[in-house]
T-cell receptor, first 113, second 114 residues
């Protein structure tokens, strides 16, 4: 079982560049989400989706965009990268919105110079 | 409003000795509580969860946690540490029925001394 797959694992960007972090899950989960992890701050929710065609903002959505055209995929777009977006990004999915049981990908480490 | 505090950023124990990772929470409602583990360069994995059933919750790899409402605590314990337990542990609180309201603690790094 692949579970939640994130690509790329590592990326270096220059300020102002754009890019997309890919996330795919093969568990037929309805709920998907993106977090960023920064030292000493735990995980913070960027965007989430409760099903195909439905997305909403989390705690720190500025500078990021998402879409959910299929159940399986939930890409995260950085519109114009800034050094403050240097972080480790995690995609997570869950069977439904209300379980609290998230399945995480292995993370994408992004550095913005 | 809800919050979670992990009282220790770093805990070191010797292999074979007990593990105690402390977590306190605050919540306006009856919360759901979770512990997740993150091994180096990996994603988080659910260890155990409390959702208002038994107050002593057993998880994977011999870990357990006890929900104490009077102390607003949800400490994670294991009787005997193993080298493979070295990881970062996150306590998480949630309002029921809302994954997007999961609030993560800042993490406790567990080091196991051989």
């Amino acid at each position: 079982n692949a579970g939640v797959t994130q690509t790329p694992k590592f990326q270096v960007l220059k300020t102002g560049q754009s890019m997309t972090l890919q996330c795919a899950q093969d568990m037929n989960h309805e709920y998907m989400s993106w977090y960023r992890q920064d030292p000493g701050m735990g995980l913070r929710l960027i965007h989430y989706s409760v099903g195909a065609g439905i997305t909403d903002q989390g705690e720190v959505p500025n500078g990021y965009n998402v879409s959910r055209s299929t159940t399986e995929d939930f890409p995260l777009r950085l519109l114009s990268a800034a050094p403050s977006q240097t972080s480790v990004y995690f995609c997570a999915s869950s069977y439904s919105r209300d379980t609290g049981e998230l399945f995480f990908g292995e993370g994408s480490r992004l550095t913005v110079l | 409003a809800q919050s979670v505090t992990q009282l220790d950023s770093h805990v070191s124990v010797s292999e074979g000795t007990p593990v105690l990772l402390r977590c306190n929470y605050s919540s306006s409602y009856s919360p759901s509580l979770f512990w997740y583990v993150q091994h180096p360069n990996k994603g988080l994995q659910l260890l155990l969860k409390y959702t208002s059933a038994a107050t002593l919750v057993k998880g994977i790899n011999g870990f357990e946690a006890e929900f104490k409402k009077s102390e607003t605590s949800f400490h994670l314990t294991k009787p005997s540490a193993h080298m493979s337990d070295a990881a970062e542990y996150f306590c998480v609180v949630s309002l029921p029925l809302e994954n997007e309201k999961l609030t993560f603690g800042t993490g406790t790094r567990l080091t196991i001394i051989p």
